[in-house]
T-cell receptor
Framework: SQTIHQWPATLVQPVGSPLSLECTVE??????LYWYRQAAGRGLQLLFY??????ISSEVPQNLSASRPQDRQFILSSKKLLLSDSGFYLC?????????FGSGTRLTVV | SQQGEEDPQALSIQEGENATMNCSYK?????LQWYRQNSGRGLVHLIL?????REKHSGRLRVTLDTSKKSSSLLITASRAADTASYFC??????????FGTGTSLTVIP
């Protein structure tokens, strides 16, 4: 079956610390993968998407980066977190009918 | 950038009533999708309507699309307390990227 895994579920990190969020999918090959961020009470902002290994497109300039080291793995990173990086981060992959989302990571930068 | 805008931002109704949410967008689309998000969770795909379709049903959900007005509506009939969630529309321009609105927060009072 096709599933998407995202971890951790919650994360509290100090300002200036690094970040690594991982997303993996199962049951499919060469998926289009996405990272979204959702600020409290707001809609979703597309951060990065990837159509294949090593192919990353960025929607907005920011303190974050993404990598796709393997076909079914998508990683969101930061070298030094800012307070403004706090939010709910969602990984997703697109199927014929639309997105399937991961369960999300709640990141709080303190 | 292209983005759906939901209306109203918040909606509170009694159980058993119908709930209607609207979405407007700016440019031509391939399709439009509606998602549901329970508090603190990932988004769940509800329904997709293509640009050449005008209405679609799925259980208690009814979605309409008016491409001339660049708008869509989501109707939930006979609402239940379990329908309490945020609802988002997402527009597909290219098949690779989806743009989300800011969502409608629905509260169904038992």
């Amino acid at each position: 079956s096709q599933t998407i895994h995202q971890w951790p579920a919650t994360l509290v990190q100090p300002v200036g610390s690094p970040l690594s969020l991982e997303c993996t999918v199962e049951g499919t090959s060469n998926p289009n993968l996405y990272w979204y961020r959702q600020a409290a009470g707001r809609g979703l902002q597309l951060l990065f998407y990837s159509v294949g290994i090593g192919q990353i497109s960025s929607e907005v300039p920011q303190n974050l980066s993404a990598s796709r080291p393997q076909d079914r793995q998508f990683i969101l990173s930061s070298k030094k977190l800012l307070l403004s990086d706090s939010g709910f981060y969602l990984c997703a992959w697109v199927q014929s009918y639309g997105y399937t989302f991961g369960s999300g990571t709640r990141l709080t930068v303190v | 950038s292209q983005q759906g805008e939901e209306d109203p931002q918040a909606l509170s109704i009694q159980e058993g009533e119908n709930a209607t949410m609207n979405c407007s967008y700016k440019t031509s689309i391939n399709n439009l999708q509606w998602y549901r998000q329970n508090s603190g969770r990932g988004l769940v795909h509800l329904i997709l309507i293509r640009s050449n379709e005008r209405e679609k049903h799925s259980g208690r959900l009814r979605v309409t699309l008016d491409t001339s007005k660049k708008s869509s509506s989501l109707l939930i009939t006979a609402s239940r307390a379990a329908d309490t969630a945020s609802y988002f529309c997402a527009t597909d321009l290219t098949g690779n990227q989806f743009y989300f609105g800011t969502g409608t927060s629905l509260t169904v009072i038992p």
